[in-house]
């Protein structure tokens, strides 16, 4: 079992960029799939980014692509979501989340445990 605290949200001008972090706790972080979503108010969840146990292979949807980027330092036992280029939409709670499914996944379900969220607000 892992336990997730997320850090890092706040409230940003559009354009400005945040990192986004998780810590784990537990034993075998490496052995965790980690993955980041958001959810906006009156929105459902959606995926954000995801990153391997290793952390050799990533996977966005498109409106991450080039302004996101996860990492994670295992020794560490934390993964990060690296947000630039901010706008107001990215507006939203963002969740960290980890499960050990061998390869990457980008839905919601596929996620077993979770963190509690940050707040990122993007004002205009």
């Known amino acids: 079992q892992v336990q997730l605290v997320e850090s890092g949200g706040g409230l940003v001008q559009a354009g400005d960029s945040l990192r986004l972090s998780c810590a784990a706790s537990?034993?075998?972080?490496?052995?965790?799939?980690m993955g980041w979503f958001r959810q906006a108010p009156g929105k459902e969840r959606e995926f954000v980014a995801a990153?391997?146990?290793?952390?050799?292979?990533?996977a966005y949807p498109d409106f991450a692509k080039g302004r996101f980027t996860i990492s994670r330092e295992n020794a560490k036992k934390t993964v990060y979501l690296q947000m630039n280029s901010l706008k107001p939409e990215d507006t939203a709670l963002y969740y960290c989340?980890?499960?050990?499914?061998?390869?990457?996944?980008?839905?919601?379900?596929?996620?077993?445990?979770w963190g509690q969220g940050t707040q990122v607000t993007v004002s205009s």
């Open positions: 989340a980890a499960d050990e499914n061998s390869f990457i996944r980008d839905t919601q379900n596929d996620y077993k445990y």
């Open positions: 990153i391997s146990r290793p952390g050799s292979g990533t």
């Open positions: 537990g034993r075998a972080f490496d052995s965790y799939i």
